[in-house]
């Protein structure tokens, strides 16, 4: 299994609305990430878990709060948005090994209105 | 300045040329580096890590040089399915795998 699975593939939330995006892997990887990807522009790094422990947070606002329950989940709680924050969302994982690449969920397509 | 950046393009060529894109990275302890490929609503996806010796995979042709902080994909004999952005990343030494992603190039195969 080399998949990073994202649920849902599309959400669209009012700006006072509390939704989360799921991310899992069974791959073994003790590394996720959140990344943003707006329309024309890289994915740009949001939070980085280690072990299950926060290890980056990329000034983030306090309005998403991410979450890692075990090795195999990641969830990014989402309260208060703004249609700024509208944008591709990509969970990836990693093994924690040194020069090992990250794979890719599909995504969660968000609109925020 | 950003931490990686790339010629965003686009790249506009036909059917068997040959293509090079070219991606500069600004820190220096940055120690792993990957190109990926990104279909258009799609996620990124590997296509090959680049090493230090340089490394080949078919059509393509990686090159690091770390002295330049630069790194380079050759695409050979250019096929309509390369049609995609091209996106550079460099993982610093850290906490974790940080993964950052250079701008893109956008690259249209034409028939």
Sequence with gaps: ?113 | RKEVEQDPGPFNVPEGATVAFNCTYSNSASQSFFWYRQDCRKEPKLLMSVYSSGNEDGRFTAQLNRASQYISLLIRDSKLSDSATYLCVVAPRGTGNQFYFGTGTSLTVIP
């Design chain 1, 1 to 113: 299994d080399t998949e990073v699975t994202q649920t849902p593939k599309h959400l669209v939330m009012g700006m006072t609305n509390k939704k989360s995006l799921k991310c899992e892997q069974h791959m073994g990887h003790r590394a996720m990430y959140w990344y943003k990807q707006k329309a024309k522009k890289p994915p740009e790094l949001m939070f980085v878990y280690s072990y299950e422990k926060l290890s980056i947070n990329e000034s983030v606002p306090s309005r998403f709060s991410p979450e890692c329950p075990n090795s195999s989940l990641l969830n990014l709680h989402l309260h208060a948005l703004q249609p700024e924050d509208s944008a591709l969302y990509l969970c990836a994982s990693s093994p924690l090994v040194w020069g090992t690449e990250a794979f890719f969920g599909q995504g969660t397509r968000l609109t925020v209105v």
